[in-house]
T-cell receptor
Framework: GDSVTQMEGPVTLSEEAFLTINCTYTATGYPSLFWYVQYPGEGLQLLLKATKADDKGSNKGFEATYRKETTSFHLEKGSVQVSDSAVYFCALSYSGNTPLVFGKGTRLSVIA | GAVVSQHPSWVICKSGTSVKIECRSLDFQATTMFWYRQFPKQSLMLMATSNEGSKATYEQGVEKDKFLINHASLTLSTLTVTSAHPEDSSFYIC????????????FGSGTRLTVV
């Protein structure tokens, strides 16, 4: 079945450091790919998405490119802030009323 | 737009009692809602898919008699944890898929259930 694998955390970075969170997927079809962020005690918020190969999703300084050849969707940010501390989930889905398939999440802590 | 309101945000109940969690789509019609469970520092585990006007589809290993899901209208789905036990303590999150593909999935803010 379909699955998402993302790098184990936690990741601890200093403010203004470069962030990369790796995500790879296994899929039988051509899914859309997502990054969600979860702040403590809250639900999930969509951070960015890409619906087809070579698409780049971007939001709030984060970006990720849908790489079909490497089945990857790595999340990057050039300069993290303390407020970026959260858990980040990579996910995939197909069209129609199918649920999201999530990776295990990566906890990011940014220290001043 | 595309807001899903989930209540309560937290609840403490005694063992053996039942707890109902509501999810409402405030500004769109959600024909399908998804219910997830999240253990501390872990990912979201899909429990069931709730379709308006029909029975929910449960994932393997999820007890349908314990986790009752009702989706009686296009804007409301409920999850009732029956005869709750401490091992049911968890964070429960609902999600709905908006008909506009550009909007995609919207999540409720989650319910922290503690069974004592």
């Amino acid at each position: 079945g379909d699955s998402v694998t993302q790098m184990e955390g936690p990741v601890t970075l200093s403010e203004e450091a470069f962030l990369t969170i790796n995500c790879t997927y296994t899929a039988t079809g051509y899914p859309s790919l997502f990054w969600y962020v979860q702040y403590p005690g809250e639900g999930l918020q969509l951070l960015l998405k890409a619906t087809k190969a070579d698409d780049k999703g971007s939001n709030k300084g984060f970006e990720a490119t849908y790489r079909k050849e490497t089945t990857s969707f790595h999340l990057e940010k050039g300069s993290v802030q303390v407020s970026d501390s959260a858990v980040y989930f990579c996910a995939l889905s197909y069209s129609g009323n199918t649920p999201l398939v999530f990776g295990k999440g990566t906890r990011l802590s940014v220290i001043a | 737009g595309a807001v899903v309101s989930q209540h309560p945000s937290w609840v403490i109940c005694k063992s053996g009692t039942s707890v109902k969690i509501e999810c409402r789509s405030l500004d769109f019609q959600a024909t399908t809602m998804f219910w997830y469970r999240q253990f501390p520092k872990q990912s979201l585990m899909l429990m069931a898919t709730s379709n308006e006007g029909s029975k929910a589809t449960y994932e393997q290993g999820v007890e349908k008699d314990k986790f009752l899901i009702n989706h009686a209208s296009l804007t409301l789905s409920t999850l009732t944890v029956t005869s709750a036990h401490p091992e049911d303590s968890s964070f429960y999150i609902c999600s709905a898929r908006h008909g506009d593909r550009a909007v995609g999935y919207t999540f409720g803010s989650g319910t922290r259930l503690t069974v004592v």
